[in-house]
């Protein structure tokens, strides 16, 4: 393929990838942005609830039964042991009304200050949006096809962006001396540049947690050997217990009838002085459910730090109190680790306030991308034509052959849209001669 032949050629995969794929980078980088940001939105959601008097403290049990009282008919599901002295302990429920959720934030002594749904909580609203769209499963879907595009999009970027013997004008930061048109041009192009890498290190630490790509993944480290512990992430957005993770300690509730000899204020004591990461939950044994061939009859205190390299899960003894197993980050497989390591610099976790701001500035420089695409789009769209460079002749796609397979290999729904489009391409352009042509699709002769 001659050199002007393969330029066309990448031109058009960058500007259809960034064509579909913007709108929803969009979405992505806004709510990533609020997502960052999680620890501090929910301590704020929770104000109301802090910096109360510690005097007549009662026991994380009588704390229980005011739970309890305020919700008749509800069963225990958690309790989540207080951030810092003075704050409210958050006892979430399973509601007998459609096994509905509700965090109970009780006072240290005992009364009942207020109640959340957890599902309308700012930060599980945004991750719904962040990713499933609000769609459910199909959602999860398109976010993981938009982000298999978004990943070509970059590359053919990069490709394009390539000085090639230019000056640094214009390819590291952008000319203002050349009209508004060069300088739109230079924006969108070194921003691109800046970003490229932090934006792929966000999408490839992002797909672990997708439906296809995800579960592929599990199959692979299943198949291979590579499994240590429980996995510590979502798939397609279901919670972990939903793809059997987690097991016994994930919709764990239980009837009061049906409490442990062991009391909840004799683990939590224990919990303290482990010392772990802030959430820390107190779950209770299952009491109905059958976990494996057995069923799960252990008390479980588990860190569900936003830094997964912190997490730990304890058990203890329903008759004894006594700790059966411990179960922490540094004793997971390789992969695992290397997995958490790049979920919680996603989630902005890894590095606190550092991992924060430059997740931000990632977020705002991909939002920036998006906005001057599309102006560059406008300003030289014509009126009849979405735009896009006439297609050059088939027989030049041969040499993009290789790096197309490779990526169709590596991102199985980018695989499927591939073939998608050239299902498009071969049987329905040749019979819509004005949509080739509008698409920019046409060929010369």
Sequence with gaps: ?????????????????????????????????????????????ERAWQGLAADGAVSPDVQLQSALAAFPGAQFRSYRLPQLEGDAAMVELTLPVEKA??????APS?????????????????????????????GSWIVELA?????????????????????????????????????????????????????????????????VWGSGFKEVRSQMGWVKGQQDWTLGGLSPEANGEHAGHGDTTVNVSAMPKISLTNIVSKAEAENL??????????????????????????????????????????ATGKLLSREIFDEKHLIDKAVGYGIAWHEGALLGWVNQLIGLLTAMMLITLA?????????????????????????????????????????????????????????????????????GMDRPT
């Design 1 to 45: 393929m001659d050199g002007l032949g393969l330029y066309r050629s990448i031109w058009r995969w960058h500007f259809y990838a960034g064509l579909v794929v913007m709108p929803l980078i969009l979405i992505l980088a806004v709510t990533g942005s609020i997502y960052l940001f999680k620890p501090q939105i929910e301590r704020w959601e």
């Design 101 to 106: 959720k509700r965090q109970v934030f009780v």
């Design 110 to 138: 005992g009364e009942v200050l207020g109640s959340l749904d957890p599902q309308t909580r700012v930060e599980s609203v945004v991750k719904h949006i962040h990713g499933q769209l609000l769609l459910g499963p199909r």
């Design 147 to 211: 982000a298999s595009w978004a990943i070509v999009m970059l590359i053919t970027g990069i490709y394009l962006w390539w000085p090639d013997g230019r000056g640094l004008a214009g390819v590291v930061w952008p000319r203002v001396r050349h009209g508004p048109r060069i300088f739109l041009r230079d924006i969108h192009a070194v921003t691109g540049f800046w970003v490229a890498g932090l934006a792929l290190l966000l999408l490839l630490t992002g797909l672990p947690w997708t439906d």
């Design 277 to 318: 990461a802030f959430p820390v939950l107190v779950k209770p044994p299952m009491a109905a459910r059958q976990v494996g061939p057995k069923p799960d009859t252990a008390w479980t205190v588990l860190s569900d730090a936003p830094n997964r390299s912190l997490r730990a899960t304890l058990k203890f003894d329903i």
């Design 371 to 439: 906005i001057t695409g599309f102006l560059m789009w406008r300003k030289r769209k014509p009126a009849n034509r979405l735009g896009a460079l006439t297609a050059p002749k088939a027989q030049k796609w041969a040499k993009l052959l290789p790096f197309i397979l490779l990526l169709a290999a590596f991102l199985p729904l980018f695989a499927a849209s591939l073939i998608a489009i050239t299902l498009l391409d071969k049987l329905i352009l040749p019979y819509v001669p004005k949509l080739a042509r509008w698409m």
